[in-house]
């Protein structure tokens, strides 16, 4: 007879008496389990704190990437990532870019957008109208949800109405414009949305249902540009080959996919590192690439009159530097204080630059050696403590495998058998 995942009183157990029910309910030696839970007691406790039903944590490598000059100001940006590559890809478009004054960067003040939909509304147009004419009303309403945002110079700054019809749909929209300062502004914006919708639907004359945020965070934008000298590149003819590459991403959804993965590799792993939300991150940046009604590249190159590589971006990054994970966890506290920015902001803006530094140096591999032989000569020491070498064995076995030309866990296993039989 299978064991049962009902427990009553699961979410009331602290994490190690949660790893015990694991244990008892797969059947597996505890030791097998073993690695769910976390390093130490006070990160079970955090854990503990951050998420429901929790035993443990998983630790994901957090990288250095250097070189990096913003705006004139040099940092040493954290990234969170298990992909080989991406640390390394990022520091060296830094350096590149360096050559000829590094990233510069801008962005919108951080405004977020709540939404409340009313439905059963009779007179829509009209609806609309009554809705715009209590404007101030509806931001008094809305700021006195949050005087706290207020006296930091934030809060409900303006109102949108909409309206949005289908075959067989119909609904009122109103979009709350909220400075969240530096704060992500989730919990604020729904606050404020939950307290609006009661007064929203009785001037509509509708019934309120959904009051939430919008990830589609396109009030709040950063841009970053650089110029990245055709000669620490590789010449004329790479240039071209990365701005040919950018074109296509431009044209076909499919390579778009692909080429914008490759910027949120940079992006997710600072978001990650820094106790962002990764997942309203990328979901704001993929609609972001759509809204032209088509899916394209988030990203731009051309060449300037001198022939170098000019590239940008702009796309929206709903970060903060206040509440959830970033004030929770240590990992993100430290690396907040290693960028030592002052707003939520700036981190949007160093962010945008280093999804631009990782989106062009994937362009340059692919324009030139491919993505495989750089990424590939990274992976190889994966593959070879996966083989089973000790550290004393990696490096030779990972130049066996580059010399080899196939770096597979099957052939791994068998250089090493080589390795350890010529050393009998």
Same mark, same amino acid.
């Given at each position: 007879m299978n064991a049962s995942s009902r427990i009553p009183g699961f979410y009331k157990l602290d994490p190690e008496s949660r790893f015990n029910k694991l244990v008892e309910f797969s059947g597996l030696p505890a030791e097998q389990l073993r690695p769910l839970q976390a390093v130490d007691a006070g990160m079970a406790s955090i854990a503990? !704190?951050?998420?429901?039903?929790?035993?443990g944590t998983i630790a994901i490598p957090l990288g250095i990437a250097a070189n990096f000059l913003v705006n004139g100001v040099d940092y040493l940006v954290p990234m969170a990532t298990e992909e080989p590559s991406v640390v390394a890809a990022a520091s060296n478009a830094a350096l590149v870019a360096r050559e000829r004054g590094g990233f510069h960067t801008s962005g919108t003040a951080p405004v977020?957008?709540?939404?409340?939909?009313? +439905?059963?509304?009779?007179?829509?147009?009209?609806? !609309?109208?009554r809705l715009l004419e209590a404007r101030d009303e509806l931001l008094a309403l809305a700021n006195a949800q949050d005087p706290l945002l207020v006296s930091l110079g934030g809060g409900a700054r303006d109102i949108e109405v909409r309206l949005l019809t289908s075959a067989d749909f119909r609904a009122l929209v109103v979009h709350l414009h909220v400075d969240v300062r530096d704060a992500m502004g989730a919990n604020a914006v729904n606050t404020m949305a939950e307290a609006l919708a009661p007064r929203i639907a009785?001037?509509?004359? &509708?019934?309120?249902?959904?009051r939430i945020l919008?990830?589609?965070?396109?009030?709040?934008?950063? !841009?970053?540009?650089?110029?990245?000298?055709? &000669?620490?590149? *590789? @010449?004329?003819? %790479?240039?071209? &080959?990365?701005?040919?590459?950018?074109?296509?991403?431009?044209?076909?959804?499919?390579?778009?996919? #692909?080429? /914008?993965? @490759?910027?949120? /590799? *940079?992006?997710?792993? %600072? %978001?990650?590192?820094? @106790?962002?939300? #990764? !997942?309203?991150?990328?979901? *704001?940046?993929?609609?972001?690439?759509?809204?032209? *009604?088509?899916? #394209?590249? +988030?990203?731009h190159y051309e060449k300037d009159a001198d022939g170098h590589l000019v590239g940008s971006i702009e796309l929206p990054l709903a970060l903060g530097l206040v509440g959830g994970a970033t004030r929770t966890h240590p990992v993100a506290q430290a690396a907040v204080k290693l960028l030592a920015v002052k707003s939520a902001v700036q981190l949007a803006e160093i962010t945008a630059a280093v999804g631009l530094a990782q989106n062009m140096a994937a362009l340059r591999a692919l324009a030139t050696e491919g993505i495989q032989r750089g990424h590939m000569s990274l992976h190889a020491r994966n593959v070879a403590a996966n083989a089973g070498a000790t550290e004393a064995e990696i490096g030779m076995l990972v130049e066996r495998l580059a010399a080899d030309g196939h770096v597979r866990l099957d052939r791994a296993q068998a250089l090493l058998a080589e390795m350890r039989a010529g050393k009998a």
């Open positions: 503990d !704190r951050m998420i429901e039903n929790a035993v977020m957008i709540a939404q409340v939909q009313v +439905l059963d509304v009779a007179d829509p147009q009209a609806a !609309r109208l009785a001037i509509a004359r &509708g019934r309120s249902l959904l919008s990830n589609k965070a396109d009030l709040r934008l950063v !841009r970053a540009r650089a110029v990245f000298d055709a &000669g620490k590149l *590789g @010449g004329a003819a %790479v240039v071209d &080959g990365i701005v040919d590459a950018y074109r296509f991403a431009a044209a076909d959804p499919y390579r778009a996919a #692909t080429h /914008n993965k @490759g910027i949120m /590799n *940079g992006i997710s792993a %600072v %978001v990650l590192a820094t @106790g962002n939300d #990764t !997942r309203a991150i990328e979901a *704001g940046a993929h609609c972001h690439a759509c809204r032209d *009604g088509r899916y #394209t590249s +988030l990203s």
